[in-house]
């Protein structure tokens, strides 16, 4: 038997592993997230999903029988497209991978031929392909400002595990010599910015993840409690290899009312 965790009112869920997998809810989330939303608990929906914007994000959950509104989401994708407008406004961007207009507006998407001032890295998919990404190399060896969404390294669908972008982020990394500035999870200010959106501090708010680094180490370094669930990418030799430990491990989103003394 789990105790409960002490003070917590507001909750920042991950998405695809947690609540659903390939957008089909996981057995027993729909309820449990309705169980949340009536103890009163303040929610944020805060993944690093790419492909689709917030509003499409809102409503495929609505459709798999989540009660969020759109605000409630909060994405990788739309913190690269805020950060863009603020720290590189009107420069050219490269984007590598999928992202849709709405999370960048405002921002200036060009080719590779168009000498980006910045490279911005999105999910992968089969845009990350090797001439493109040399390409890549070169331009941030060129001095391009070097954007990640997020640096999760693999994610669940229903045909499997899948290498997500993280993989390319660190080698770009390492073969550059600087790192990427992260919009997404792992990046604390995406963190800060959902104790923002609760309006919450570190101490009352917990995260709920799939991924050991990007959802539950990286919120407990802002002080958020951190939980994991055994559901989506969960590998039990991640708990292993971690530097760190959940403050829980729970089966899946069913055992978390209860960890809340729901
Ligand atoms: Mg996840």
Redesign the pocket.
């Known amino acids: 038997m789990t105790t409960a965790l002490p003070t917590i009112d507001g909750l920042l869920l991950?998405?695809?592993?947690?609540l659903t997998v390939s957008w089909e809810p996981l057995p027993g989330a729909v309820a449990s997230f309705a169980r949340l939303r009536a103890g009163g608990l303040a929610i944020r929906v805060i993944?690093?999903t790419t492909s689709r914007s917030r509003e499409t994000i809102a409503a495929g959950l609505r459709g798999a029988g989540f009660e969020i509104a759109d605000d409630e989401v909060m994405s990788a994708a739309l913190a690269a497209g805020a950060y863009l407008r603020d720290a590189h406004p009107g420069e050219r961007v490269f984007l590598l991978g999928d992202a849709q207009r709405a999370d960048l507006a405002g921002v200036q998407l060009v080719g590779l031929d168009d000498d980006p001032g910045v490279v911005l890295i999105s999910g992968a998919d089969e845009s990350f392909d090797y001439a493109t990404l040399n390409r890549v190399y070169r331009a941030l060896l060129g001095g391009a400002a070097f954007v990640a969404m997020h640096r999760?390294m693999a994610?669940?669908t229903t045909d499997g595990i899948c290498l997500d972008a993280g993989a390319y982020v660190v080698g770009l990394e390492r073969a550059v010599g600087r790192p990427a500035v992260v919009t997404g999870k792992p990046s604390p200010s995406f963190f800060t910015a959902g104790l923002d959106a609760l309006g919450l501090p570190a101490g009352r708010v917990a995260m709920v993840?799939?991924?050991m680094d990007?959802?539950v180490l990286a919120a407990q370094a802002v002080g958020i409690g951190g939980v994991l669930v055994r559901t989506?990418?969960f590998r039990e030799d991640a708990l292993d290899r971690a530097v760190g430990a959940p403050d829980r491990v729970v089966d899946s989103i069913v055992d978390v009312p209860a960890l809340l003394g729901l």
Not at 14 to 18: C, L, N, P, Q, T
């Open positions: 991950d998405m695809d592993g947690v993944t690093n999760t994610w669940m993840g799939d991924d990007s959802d989506g990418k």
